[in-house]
């Protein structure tokens, strides 16, 4: 079975100070790992797709890579606007195209 | 481009009741998957459409059900509602078949009473 363990759970940082978010997954083949960001009260929204380890994503203050056990997302100087619930998800080879989600890194940013 | 839109955003149900949630897919997806979202359980997958035809389900019970239309436009059912059943339903499409990148709508928020 798919699984996705995603730490910390929550997780707090003064603007400005740099922090890596962790998915650890488990899965008999990786397809393809995704990065979401949730605001309170709305549907995730799409950040990345990782498809191999090595690879790397980023976007402004937001960098993902991928190893063959576990994903990172780094945020450099987070600012307050980037508090949110970030989720992270595998697809597996070989079978349907579901991903399997993770419990989500809530993140607080303040000033 | 218009987004994944979800109606009704806000529902409020008694036990044994039913309800239909629907969904509009981003103009051109023809994927359209549903999700149970709750605090303790985080994201689960309820079923996926793809051209009218369910393609995947996940482990829910039958009383959780769904249908696309040729406009890919989807609804979702929930007959007899529990408590348990509280939670936001997440509708997401993509345009392929593969779900590498899925669009969210905001979701319905359903509350059993």
């Known amino acids: 079975e798919d699984q996705v363990t995603q730490s910390p759970e929550a997780l707090r940082l003064q603007e400005g100070e740099s922090s890596s978010l962790n998915c650890s997954y488990t899965?008999?083949?990786?397809?393809?790992l995704f990065w979401y960001r949730q605001d309170p009260g709305k549907g995730p929204e799409f950040l990345f797709t990782l498809y191999s380890a090595g690879e790397e994503k980023e976007k402004e203050r937001l960098k993902a890579t991928l190893t063959k056990k576990e994903s990172f997302l780094h945020i450099t100087a987070p600012k307050p606007e980037d508090s949110a619930t970030y989720l992270c998800a595998v697809q597996a080879t070989g079978g349907s195209y579901i991903p399997t989600f993770g419990r989500g890194t809530s993140l607080i940013v303040h000033p | 481009k218009a987004g994944v839109t979800q109606t009704p955003r806000y529902l409020i149900k008694t036990r044994g009741q039913q309800v239909t949630l629907s969904c509009s897919p981003i103009s051109g997806h023809r994927s359209v998957s549903w999700y149970q979202q709750t605090p303790g359980q985080g994201l689960q997958f309820l079923f996926e459409?793809?051209?009218?035809?369910?393609?995947n389900k996940g482990n829910f019970p039958g009383r959780f059900s769904g249908r696309q239309f040729s406009n890919s436009r989807s609804e979702m059912n929930v007959s007899t509602l529990e408590l348990g059943d509280s939670a936001l339903y997440l509708c997401?499409?993509?345009?392929?078949?593969?779900?590498?990148?899925?669009?969210f709508g905001p979701g319905t928020r359903l509350t059993v009473l």
């Open positions: 459409y793809f051209s009218e035809t369910q393609r």
């Open positions: 997401a499409s993509s345009f392929g078949t593969t779900n590498n990148e899925q669009f």
């Open positions: 899965v008999s083949g990786l397809r393809g």
